[in-house]
């Protein structure tokens, strides 16, 4: 049977959980190729996510205490867009939150689909620069244990090729940055 670029099509749709981030949907499909299944999956409004990067070009990282992997992860700062929210507008509020910095200088570096064997997640990646320390920052959110980590770019190179945790959109978008900062 021919495979071509027509779409799965969906006999029978379910929401299992309405969560306060995400859905999760079981869906029965018909895939192009003819066979028939259920997959789950997590319906996600998308993240953004920011690369912070110093004047003196250091990296401005957070080192969060995530429940699933039961420990701390290094990550560039990211958040969830709200309904109807730009995520240029969700990155601005984000940055400032878990870093305490704030930036005059934005360029988007693009998205990308984060987990798509099970999400329909983007994330929207942006690069900050010409950053300024806030002498007031807004207060984390309640729920985030973050320490805020500043690192060179062969720092956090080799923390990632050491297998140190560092999750994969923060690894991604380092080196769409990367590409960029080193033009």
């Keep these: 049977m021919s495979v071509g670029n027509e779409p799965s099509k969906i006999l029978e749709q379910r929401l299992f959980y309405k969560g306060r981030k995400f859905d999760y949907e079981v869906i029965k499909l018909r895939l192009p190729n003819g066979v028939e299944g259920n997959w789950e999956c997590v319906r996600h409004p998308g993240g953004a996510l920011a ?9 401005v990282l957070v080192k969060q205490y995530r429940f699933t992997v039961e420990g701390r992860l290094l990550e560039f700062p990211a958040g969830t867009v709200e309904p109807d929210e730009d995520p240029a507008e969700t990155i601005k509020r984000e940055i400032e939150e878990e870093t305490g ?13 984060l987990a798509p064997g099970y999400s329909d997640e983007y994330i929207y990646a ?4 010409d950053l300024e320390k806030l002498e007031n ?7 985030e244990d973050i320490e805020v980590v500043l690192m060179t770019a062969e720092e956090l190179e080799a923390a990632i090729l050491n297998g140190e945790p560092v999750d994969a959109k923060s690894i ?4 769409m940055a990367k590409a960029i900062l080193n033009q």
């Design 172 to 175: 991604a978008s380092f080196y």
């Design 51 to 59: 690369v912070p990067v110093t004047n003196d070009g250091k990296f």
């Design 126 to 129: 942006f690069l900050a620069q």
């Design 137 to 143: 920052p807004p207060q984390q959110d309640e729920d």
């Design 101 to 113: 910095y704030t930036a005059k200088s934005w360029q988007s570096l693009g998205k990308f689909i």
